[in-house]
């Protein structure tokens, strides 16, 4: 049961406290290909997206970041972008801000145990994220034509994260939630984030109801956790007042101790400032106890992703 605090209460919090933003972009067309954006889909999305821009951009020394895997092309090698973002880590001098990388695998190729491998040589590797949002024809390069989950093939490459102690990014539409909810009760040993809040769509009554079921069946696992993030693709004209519902009913679901914020950038920049964003995650968590925001500004990432206390400043 969430804690609410009267408003007066709650702005005696204070704005520092420790932050991890758990769902960043980082990305370099000088160094790789990503036909998501790159073939059009978003023309106004920068061609490099690197940590100088995220620090910038966040403002805040207190600020650690969970960085995503940007869909480069899978026909490459997807243990190069590990190693780019390793390389990041280690010669950068805020490099210690990069807290974990979520990475790229095909769950259902032969070779997946290898490539996780590969990945887990890697300190900063935490997870893999294979999007698994589908419909047919695929309006763009990273939206499948096909339904993984049906495949035997990626349903065994799926315990092989266990092997390597990888956690799970699911991304995916609201309709597929309660399909994943059945599927992941049966690997409660891989720690799973429902991305994006499991793509809601606001305003849209007949996508509500299958969204807060599949929203409940995987708050009932123990392994599952949720992120706050990707907020224009709730509600592209997305405010604090249009999205409260949604974020509290799936804080009412899984706890504060199971959310966390991301801010989804850079491609939330087609919409919003990195600013404006946090400032909705503090005015959406201003009524809830202090302990509760610990969680969903750094605690529940902490968790999630194994990360060392020390991955980002007090």
Request: proline content about 6%; charged content about 25%; glycine content about 6%.
């Amino acid at each position: 049961m969430l804690v609410r605090l009267t408003v007066d209460n709650a702005s005696r919090l204070g704005d520092r406290m420790k932050r991890i933003d758990a769902h960043l972009h980082l990305w370099d067309t000088q160094g790789f290909h990503y036909p998501w954006f790159q073939q059009g889909a978003f023309p106004d999305l920068p061609d490099t997206y690197l940590l100088a821009d995220a620090i910038a951009d966040a403002d805040d020394a207190n600020t650690a970041f969970v960085a995503v895997q940007a869909e480069v092309d899978h026909c490459a090698d997807p243990v190069r972008e590990t190693e780019w973002i390793q390389s990041i880590v280690d010669s950068n001098p805020e490099g210690a801000r990069l807290a974990g990388f979520v990475a790229y695998a095909d769950l259902a190729r032969d070779d997946v145990d290898r490539v996780l491998e590969q990945h887990a040589r890697f300190p900063v590797f935490r997870g893999i994220r294979q999007e698994l949002w589908w419909q047919q024809p695929s309006p763009r390069p990273d939206i499948l034509e096909e339904d993984l989950l049906s495949s035997s093939a990626w349903r065994s490459g799926f315990d092989a994260l266990g092997r390597v102690g990888a956690s799970f990014d699911l991304t995916c539409w609201h309709w597929q939630l309660s399909a994943f909810a059945a599927f992941i009760a049966g690997h409660p040993g891989v720690p799973v984030v429902i991305d994006h809040l499991g793509s809601p769509i606001a305003r849209d009554a007949d996508a509500y109801e299958p969204w807060v079921r599949g929203v409940r069946e995987l708050a009932a696992l123990p392994n599952t956790f949720m992120k706050i993030s990707g907020l224009s693709q709730a509600d592209p004209d997305w405010s604090v007042d249009r999205l409260r519902p949604l974020v509290f009913e799936v804080l009412e679901a899984f706890g504060a101790e199971r959310c966390m914020f991301g801010s989804n950038f850079p491609p939330e920049q087609l919409s919003s400032t990195y600013a404006a964003v946090w400032s909705a995650f503090e005015a959406l968590s201003s009524e809830l106890s202090q302990d509760e925001r610990a969680s969903l500004f750094h605690r529940s990432a902490e968790k999630a992703y194994r990360l060392s206390d020390g991955s980002a400043a007090e």
